[in-house]
């Protein structure tokens, strides 16, 4: 499972407030603490190779996106080495923190959809500046265009299919594509026949390429604004992860959905059992 | 019809372990044995990535057996009471790898001998061959505890793999392994989930996974190879798909378990083949089997089998 961290992202009140005072020493503890506990959960081997990445996400208060998304990429980079997700919608921004990252510790530009109306180009655009800054730069594609958010499975796959064709066809390494089938809060009305689709989708999208293209969501939107947001966020994860979900965005220090993935990868045959399998994900050893 | 090329390739590997210290590194022994390094499965990918070859490591009893079938014996007739003339045959007229001294004479439901007796046995042995040692208890915790932490601290220096331990005795010689600076054999009843869990119950005692050799048991041909065979395989798998705690090589105990067999040693047989060549071939057989499923280090007893054995290791590991 490649996990990345959600914290440093400017919509936290936390990372918000370090932001305008451009105080480092809370992004770092950030950074530090979501490495300890995404590097320490499961294998060694992912954060050897770079895949459990934190997820820098400037937010929507600060005038100068560009810069803020610097500024956090340098600051992240003072402390550790872990691979960065940098997280943006717009291109500017994320090749702004293109310009500063360490892309040898590995890069995630999230994230894209695969076209819009303002800018037809957008996934060319990201596929280019993922091959600028070198074959260990991912994407994160959402699976949505001009139209929106799909609201069924038929219209998922099929933009999904058209991402895939379309990094294809410009020779982009589809095991370098993390396609993104959309979460929505389960609260918004009308919205909670989507987890059905998603994972429906998801089904069909591992199919798409072989090796299957890398599946990721925001886990943490299904439940936004509802009660019980953690156990939703569990629940969903485990059954996401049944679907064929390899990724995800999560609060990597929230210690039950940690161990909800060490269950899942160990139900699902990845992981051998043992009677100290939860200890073996999570232990810092 | 031409024979499609599969090619699996995989992210991770078997450790390397290395064993015996010469005098540069505080030792006595004159060679070394490396062990493990596969990227791949036995026969999967090329020939980097087979890794170390497997060596055959020939036990040498603590006290005369008595229950050896004559067949088996009759090799070392002249040796079974000297465990250091024994181990010097094996060395120089079988072609052993390494030695395995396996202490069975401490049990106390055979000889019962004392640590005294062990600690000498190893000492003798060390002198007599220059090879690394294995070091193995008699499956009795009471007495192994008592007995295989002077037996470690004898062969202290010498960088000997030592066990074995199981889930439910393991705190004994895991920490007197660590401060002799042994490697050690962790031990599993033919379960996969237990040899994944006593690899975690050493490595939470400080002992690091880079100096264990697992023991997944062993069954003969006819008595339970496929269950060893699959179990043996799964850690591989596992090794190979980058989980830590299972990329150990393996040592198997092919000697023992196929003498056990009737077919090995039974002479009334009609139909069955001539004696002297079925007990050797029974021997050789396990082993070749095992060593496709991908085990390092095999525990071997007789000459014949063991010749059959190597040859069929040196040609497929060239």
């Known amino acids: 499972m490649i996990l990345i961290g959600e914290r440093i992202n400017g919509m936290f009140t936390d990372v918000k407030e370090a932001i305008a005072s451009k105080n480092k020493q809370p992004i770092q503890e950030l950074a530090k603490k979501q490495t300890e506990s995404g590097a320490t959960y499961l294998d060694k081997k992912q954060t050897e190779s770079g895949a459990t990445y934190l997820d820098v996400n400037v937010g929507t208060a600060a005038a100068d996106q560009e810069g803020t998304m610097q500024w956090l990429v340098e600051t992240i980079q003072e402390t550790c080495t872990t691979a960065l997700c940098l997280d943006s919608q717009k291109p500017g921004v994320i090749a702004a923190g293109v310009k500063v990252a360490n892309a040898e510790n590995g890069l995630l530009l999230n994230s894209t959809p695969l076209n819009k109306k303002s800018d037809e180009e957008v996934f060319d655009k990201y596929m280019e500046m993922a091959d600028q800054a070198g074959p260990k730069t991912n994407i994160i594609t959402l699976t949505m265009d001009k139209n929106g958010v799909p609201q069924d499975t038929d219209t998922r796959v099929a933009l999904a299919a058209e991402i895939v064709q379309k990094a294809m066809e410009k020779g982009f390494d589809t095991q370098r594509l993390f396609i993104d089938p959309i979460a929505l809060p389960v609260n918004v009305p009308n919205a909670q026949i989507q987890m059905l689709n998603i994972l429906n989708a998801m089904d069909q999208i591992k199919y798409l390429a072989d090796p299957a293209p890398h599946m990721t969501l925001g886990l943490s939107n299904v439940s936004q604004g509802t009660s019980e947001r953690s156990l939703i966020n569990r629940i969903f994860l485990a059954m996401a992860m049944s679907h064929g979900l390899d990724s995800a965005i999560v609060d990597v220090l929230d210690k039950d959905l940690m161990n909800v993935v060490a269950t899942s990868d160990m139900l699902m045959n990845k992981q051998i059992y043992s009677d100290s399998f939860l200890k073996v994900y999570t232990a810092a050893n | ?318």
């Open chain 2, 1 to 318: 019809m031409p024979v499609p090329e599969i090619k699996e390739s995989y992210t991770g590997s078997v450790n390397r372990v290395t064993l015996g210290a010469t005098k540069d590194s505080g030792g006595s022994r004159t060679s070394t044995i490396t062990v493990g390094g596969a990227r791949n499965v036995v026969y999967g990918g090329s020939v980097e990535e087979a890794g170390e070859k497997p060596v055959i490591a020939m036990d040498v009893l603590d006290s005369r057996p008595d229950d050896w079938p004559d067949l088996l014996a009759e090799n070392y007739q002249d040796v079974m009471d000297s465990p250091a003339d024994w181990a010097k045959k094996c060395i120089e007229q079988f072609g052993a790898d390494l030695i395995c001294i396996k202490f069975e004479g401490i049990h106390p439901d055979k000889a019962d001998n004392d640590a005294a007796h062990a600690v000498k046995v190893t000492e003798d042995v060390l002198k007599a061959v220059g090879v690394p040692l294995v070091l193995w208890g008699c499956g009795n915790d009471e007495k192994d505890n008592q007995v295989m932490p002077k037996v470690s601290e004898a062969a202290k220096g010498e960088n000997v793999l030592i066990g074995s331990v199981t889930e439910d005795n393991y705190k004994a010689l895991t920490a007197i392994a660590l401060a002799d600076g042994h490697h050690l054999i962790t031990h599993a009843p033919l379960d996969i989930n237990i040899a994944k869990q006593v690899n975690i119950l050493v490595s939470d005692m400080g002992f690091p996974l880079e100096k264990v050799v697992t023991f997944q048991a062993t069954g003969a041909l006819g008595y339970g190879i496929e269950y060893a065979y699959s179990i043996q395989e799964r850690q591989r798998l596992a090794a190979l798909g980058g989980d830590k705690i299972m990329a150990m090589p393996a040592i198997c105990d092919v000697g023992y378990e196929s003498w056990r067999a009737k077919e090995s040693k039974l002479e009334d047989a009609p139909g069955w083949g001539d004696v002297k060549d079925r007990g050797p071939m029974w021997e050789a057989t396990t082993a070749i089997c095992l060593l496709q499923a991908g085990v390092d280090i095999i525990r071997m007893r007789h000459p014949r089998a063991v010749a059959t054995v190597k040859n069929f290791i040196n040609q497929i590991w060239q």
